[in-house]
């Protein structure tokens, strides 16, 4: 099947962790706004179209379906492609760890934009410094332990069971996206985060990713996207 | 199977979601804290027990499954007991809008918590308001506006298919807590809220349903909840 991607064609955002997903099971996708620009997934915002109403991208559309919210595409894309246990214990426990992820990563949205996003950044920038002083100190050392202790309860390597899954490629990405955005606070956390270091590079030398981080169709990371890196914001 | 919900004993919070489809469902369950303190949750926090780890309650005890994350134990339960269409498609559009559900509660939670979570909302009252500000003005229309036209695209009474399911429970909640937290503002969009407006009044009038809210089990809302009423957060 080709899957169909809509994203916006600038930044990682959301959609990094679906077209990670993609990417590593080799499935052949068309990234619809990349080719064709962001107009493309206005019709589908805008209830156009036949199918599940998406509320925001990313969404996939997989034949007739249209599927919205990351982990959700996630969890419909993973056991087709060997990316998740196939037991019902094992997919129930990546959805959940998958789950866990959207809300750091909201959070670490709401760093920039703590009072609204129709605002510019520089509007809500007092705001944000209090915000991602909040974040750096107390969320991400307790998001990231908590993972890491994930790690720790299982082999030590993956976040479920003995075998790579779509979760340990989206723990990848938030720890990408957190290192970028907070260089300062990881460097901090080195110590407190050796599993999930560790799964962070095993992930990147994984054949197809390696491939894909190395390919333009790896968008860098940028000041449009939800990982920013504002050196005001990561002083700890 | 008897259940086992573990939640803060003193609030609606992201519990409510669970108990609510458990009452729904009619399901024997223990509702952890409210019989044994909420000291009876710490344990699983602490990592001392066997089975998925949770970040944070709500989550449930089936048999040996320790399970975390709302929309993820609304999936695991609705399939059980009925309260989500059989077809594939069915239940994973059921997720993407029980997740965009949980955006929403997490946005509602920070309209008194803009900064930090470790913080009193009194340290924080001046970011609330203009964060309070943009919820009310720009997200709640923009979610509710959102979920309408969900219901206006099935057959105006229910989110999936022509058939309750746990996302109509869950939409009901979310009726109520911002009909709760935030009156004027839900008042003056009662016009573009019709058919949530009906949908929270038909699952209110389920028969399990309106056993629980005339029960003690139904918590009131409260100051120390998800949904809180600040007049000075509703002003719009």
């Given at each position: 099947m080709r899957y169909e991607l809509y994203y916006w064609s600038g930044i990682q955002g959301r959609g990094e962790f679906v077209r990670l997903a993609l990417e590593d099971a080799g499935a052949t996708y068309t990234d619809v706004a990349r080719e064709r620009?962001?107009?493309?997934?206005m019709p589908f915002l805008r209830s156009e179209h036949a199918g599940a109403l998406p509320f925001a991208p990313p969404f996939l559309r997989a034949g007739r379906l249209v599927i919205a919210q990351t982990a959700n595409i996630l969890a419909f894309l993973a056991p087709r492609h060997g990316l998740?246990?196939?037991s019902a214990a094992g997919r129930t426990f990546a959805a959940q760890l998958q789950q866990t992820i959207t809300d750091v990563v909201a959070e670490a949205h709401d760093t920039h934009h703590p009072i609204s996003v129709?605002?510019?950044y520089e509007e809500q920038r007092a705001e944000a410094r209090k915000r991602s002083a909040a974040f750096c100190a107390e969320r991400i050392p307790k998001y990231l332990g908590y993972f890491e202790n994930v790690l720790e309860r299982g082999d030590g390597l993956h976040a479920i069971g003995r075998r790579h899954s779509y979760v340990d490629s989206s723990l990848f990405q938030l720890m990408s996206g957190l290192e970028y955005a907070f260089p300062n606070t990881m460097k901090s956390l080195r110590r407190r985060t050796t599993h999930l270091r560790a799964l962070r590079d095993r992930v990147a030398a994984r054949p197809n990713i390696a491939a894909y981080l190395a390919s333009p169709r790896r968008i860098p990371f940028n000041q449009d996207g939800i990982f920013r890196h504002y050196p005001e914001l990561d002083e700890s």
């Open positions: 620009g962001d107009q493309a997934i998740v246990p196939a129709e605002q510019y």
